[in-house]
T-cell receptor, first 114, second 117 residues
Framework: KAGVTQTPRYLIKTRGQQVTLSCSPI?????VSWYQQTPGQGLQFLFE???????NKGNFPGRFSGRQFSNSRSEMNVSTLELGDSALYLC?????????????FGPGTRLTVL | AQTVTQSQPEMSVQEAETVTLSCTYD???????LFWYKQPPSRQMILVIR??????QNATENRFSVNFQKAAKSFSLKISDSQLGDAAMYFC??????????????FGTGTRLQVTL
């Protein structure tokens, strides 16, 4: 079974621009979570989508948004980019159910904001 | 809010030796899960081991095992017979058993493990 895939792997943007990152979960996984990883703040939870609905949200400004499609693929969008948005963005997918909800991560998208 | 603390920023171990990485957490919940993830230089986060808080028995996965002390809120990872491929950043993570917040993983700051010949 293919793992979680994320595209693009690397992205360079300038301040003020917006960016969209994509995540395809493991086949059969309906939950997709997003995390931001930076040297200063570590790994922080952004949000989680399940069945096309945002089910959980971290403490990030409204510039960070996401969505999920009927095939469980998810996108996250960052508008009006700031230098501090430079980070590795990780996507993770999981099944539902108490014994099956371990999150499996993709390789990440490295975003650099200049 | 739950917190996860990894007090060892860096550790070093010789090949074939055993090393233990420490993790403590703070929570008022009784139902939760704990994980160790490994992040090698490739940046892909890989699950190492998972522990359910309601299970007394410590989880093991081949050369990896945990020492889960629920009362002390401690969750250490032991790597036996260390291999060069074990060199990576190791993150301890907590997830609530509460379905309302269950999807969120709270991570520690990580321990960088070096494996030497």
């Amino acid at each position: 079974k293919a793992g979680v895939t994320q595209t693009p792997r690397y992205l360079i943007k300038t301040r003020g621009q917006q960016v969209t990152l994509s995540c395809s979960p493991i086949s059969g996984h309906r939950s997709v979570s997003w995390y931001q990883q930076t040297p200063g703040q570590g790994l922080q939870f952004l949000f989680e989508y399940f069945s096309e609905t945002q089910r959980n949200k971290g403490n990030f400004p409204g510039r960070f948004s996401g969505r999920q499609f009927s095939n469980s693929r998810s996108e996250m969008n960052v508008s009006t980019l700031e230098l501090g948005d430079s980070a590795l963005y990780l996507c993770a997918s999981s099944l539902e159910g108490r014994e099956y909800d371990t999150q499996y991560f993709g390789p990440g998208t490295r975003l650099t904001v200049l | 809010a739950q917190t996860v603390t990894q007090s060892q920023p860096e550790m070093s171990v010789q090949e074939a030796e055993t090393v233990t990485l420490s993790c403590t957490y703070d929570t008022s919940e009784s139902d939760y899960y704990l994980f160790w993830y490994k992040q090698p230089p490739s940046r892909q986060m890989i699950l190492v081991i998972r522990q359910e808080a309601y299970k007394q028995q410590n989880a093991t996965e081949n050369r990896f095992s945990v020492n889960f002390q629920k009362a002390a809120k401690s969750f250490s990872l032991k790597i036996s017979d260390s291999q060069l491929g074990d060199a990576a950043m190791y993150f301890c993570a907590y997830r609530s058993g509460n379905t309302g917040t269950a999807s969120k993983l709270t991570f520690g700051t990580g321990t960088r493990l070096q494996v030497t010949l």
